[in-house]
């Protein structure tokens, strides 16, 4: 097995043993994405030179007996909306052209206080909303170029998932950690809304924008959220919770009451869809675990309210640019100002009472058992050009998973359940009460413990002949 398909935590332990040395790992991760990125066009900003350097000090630090921790000397990318001091802060968009970073993210800080190699940036869909513009890449999805990679978190997922990288930092606003994570076969945390700072990270809407992480397993994933959680004196609305041992080690399911709604598993979801969904829940059970059933909220007026409210956020967020520079802007991203723009505040304070309802509504169902169990999306991966101009209907059936717990802030694990007759990968979701990450990690991590969803790699170079391996 080539160092690149190895677990993070292993290359991680691997390193502080002295049996790796950061230095060859990043040498080989980027020559990895010399070789094949032009293809995928993940990363919009590659930092070979400073990454060489950061891993012969790492290595220094390890040859004195020195450990940052579990992310000590491993290769990152992160999303480009996180600051990083020096870099390029372009967000996808043409009116940014150009601009630099001055100062780091706290997310990105605290990534290498820990140790981390932070190889470049990846690519983001236009100010992290919805289509990718020019002169900017859209990331292709390494399982099939043809197929949607997702948004907006697409170049994380395809970094993650073409192994150009052991783990990204990336954002969801309405299910752009989830989205990406299931149709490119990775695993993604979005954690509870204020469980990771935003300082230093671009918002599309602040209320409904959470940091999270993509990687190839829950535990590789949960090692590096518990790296970048907690309080930030830097951004008030950073929670004050205390950050839990999300990596600890788990066993079986014995105690865990899993939560299922057959609504939201079978009803206008394609059949791979759900039976792929089905078997994730059979695999739980067999761990011990308890399934019991619940009814979850409708979602329908909270998934229509998120746009008014959303586009309120981004509205003001962009109000002196979008002034200066509306021209600049790509259609999805500008049709959203001006709908905000155009909410009366009465309008939008009726939009805020009814997601307060909804959020209380969700949480309360959720919090009658340990976590619940549902489909990331409720269609196998669709054809790229197919989303370039999406029917109302779609975006309604995307967002209908994933909206709900941005609204709400609940987390959620996003991770690989199976295989559709085309063979893409099908993304199931593990939704639990607030600050219980521990627990959505704990059950996804005992499912890929007895399963290989997460083991399977797309082959790049054999694409066209529709070849691809699996475990």
Known sequence: MSV??????????????????????????LD??????????????????????????????????????ALHGVPIAVKDIFDVDGW??????????????????????RLTEHGAVIVGKVHTTEGVYAEHTEPFRAPRNPWNPDRWVGASSSGSAAAVAARLAYAALASDTGGSIRMPSAVTGSTGIKPTWGRVSRAGVFELAASLDHVGVMARSAVDAAVVLKAIAGADDADPTAALEPVPHFDAPVGDLRGIVLGVDGGWIDEDVEPEVAQAVHLMVDALTSLGAQVRP????????????????????????????FAARGGEYGRALSDLITLGAGLTAVEYDRLLLRRAAFSGRMRAAVDTVDAVVMPALPFVTPPAADMVTMSSDT?????????????????????????????????????????REDVTVRIAAAFQAVTS???????????????????
């Open 4 to 29: 690149v398909d190895l677990p993070l935590v292993e290359v991680s332990d691997r390193i502080r043993r002295g049996e790796l040395t950061s230095l060859a790992v990043t040498e080989e991760l």
């Open 32 to 69: 990895r994405i010399e070789l094949l990125d032009d293809a995928i066009g993940a990363f919009s900003f590659v930092a070979a030179e400073e990454a060489l350097a950061r891993a012969a000090s790492l290595d220094a630090e390890v040859a004195k007996g020195m450990s940052r921790g």
């Open 88 to 109: 390029p802060s372009e967000i996808g968009m043409p009116s940014r052209r150009g601009a630099v970073s001055r100062g780091s993210s706290t997310a990105v800080t």
């Open 294 to 321: 619940v009814s979850l909220p409708d979602p329908h007026q909270a998934n229509e309210d998120w746009f008014g409210i959303c586009g309120v956020q981004a509205a003001r967020g962009h109000h002196d640019n």
């Open 395 to 435: 975006v309604a059936r995307i967002h209908r998973f994933t909206v709900p717990f941005t609204m709400s802030g609940l987390p959620s694990v996003t991770l690989p359940v199976g295989f559709d007759r085309a063979g893409m990968p099908i993304g199931g979701q593990v939704v639990s009460g607030p600050f």
């Open 453 to 471: 969803w997460h083991l399977a790699t797309p082959d790049w170079d054999q694409q066209s002949a529709g070849v691809s391996q699996r475990p």
